[in-house]
């Protein structure tokens, strides 16, 4: 079960909800696979940060012509 399927269980429960807030969150990561997801789709794998794109190999390929970026090959 992931943390937001967790989450939705103890949303409606104050006293829990805090608690599960304060154990059970996600660790904030400096560094990684999972530190960078794509913006549009959120996969983690293949994503292209340089010039602060953060979009995955495969949604750069179909917004990348929206962006300013031409085939010149």
């Known amino acids: 079960m992931t943390f937001e399927t967790s989450r939705k ?12 807030n304060k154990f059970c969150s996600p660790k904030k990561r400096k560094f990684g696979k999972t ?9 983690t794998s293949g994503v ?7 979009y995955c ?6 917004e990348a012509y929206k962006i300013g970026f031409r085939k010149f090959s």
């Open 9 to 20: 269980q103890v949303e409606r429960k104050p006293g829990k909800l805090s608690r599960f």
């Open 35 to 43: 530190t960078h997801i794509c913006r549009r789709c959120g996969k």
């Open 48 to 54: 292209i940060v340089k010039y602060g794109l953060l």
């Open 57 to 62: 190999r495969q949604c750069f390929r179909d």
